[in-house]
């Protein structure tokens, strides 16, 4: 599947949240010996991956792992991020949308093996008919490991083979300390979306939290009702945003060029993150990183 490894790196950002499974308890595997003929390859968030021989495997950013088959056609991503339990299951039963017409289908129920959870996908959209398989291990301080392979379905039995070795030699290291820019560091490169809709009126709200410390922040929204003249607008405002407290509480605050500034409380939900108590949905960030 030429180009997986592009497609999937653009597209992955809180994947892990999409995908990841609920295993019990949290653990945090030692060092393990090198096998023979393997790659170690690590990310700055602290995951560290055994790459079969004939692989390539990129770090895509931070948090994730990009790995190519020698066949070209076989796909592992390596995720290591906050996952959030009752998004999690919600989201494991339905299908994923990877964008660019990639499609992830659940054809069974999660189910425990050893210390890891895995479930199987069908795979629509991608040049060979493929399947997909995702195995999630649950780490320290709210963490999930994720491993979501890809693969034409002639060949996922020893895809599988080769990601369950990857979950027994994985290493993930203990997960710093919280500190007071826990939300700053979670707000980093995030996309934010709210749709509000009644009466023959709808609204969508988008903000763009640049990891630069820029944002960009628009709104659109129109309507018509009987009897009553229709009409649209648009606007927007960028400048400098900044965030202080934790993931579980904490403000955001846009300061825009023009000096104006809105501050919002901020809480992380089950079914998104919610602003001044109102429920904002996260998405693709494919403005700025």
Known sequence: MPGYSDLLSRRLRGLCLALAVVASGCSVAPPPAQAQGTTPVTVSEGLTLQTPRGWRA?????????MVGPDGDTTIIATLDQASDAVIRAQLTAPV???GGIVLTPTGQPRAVGDYVSNDYAVRGTRIPGKAVVMIRRQDAGR???????SPAAT????????ARMMQTAVVKPAAAPTGGAL??????????RFF???GYHEKQEIWLCSDGSYA?????GGATA???SGAFRGGHNGRWSASGALGGGRLTLTAQDGRELSFSVADGSDGLYLDGKRWMRGDNSRCR
């Open 58 to 66: 990129t770090p895509a950013d931070a948090k994730r792992i990009v």
């Open 97 to 99: 949308d990877l964008g």
């Open 144 to 150: 999930a490991m994720a491993l979501i392979g890809i």
């Open 156 to 163: 996922v039995e020893a895809m599988r083979a080769t990601q």
């Open 184 to 193: 700053a560091a979670y707000l980093k490169g995030r996309y934010l979306v």
């Open 197 to 199: 809709s009644g009466s």
């Open 217 to 221: 922040m628009s709104a659109d929204g």
């Open 227 to 229: 009897g009553v003249a």
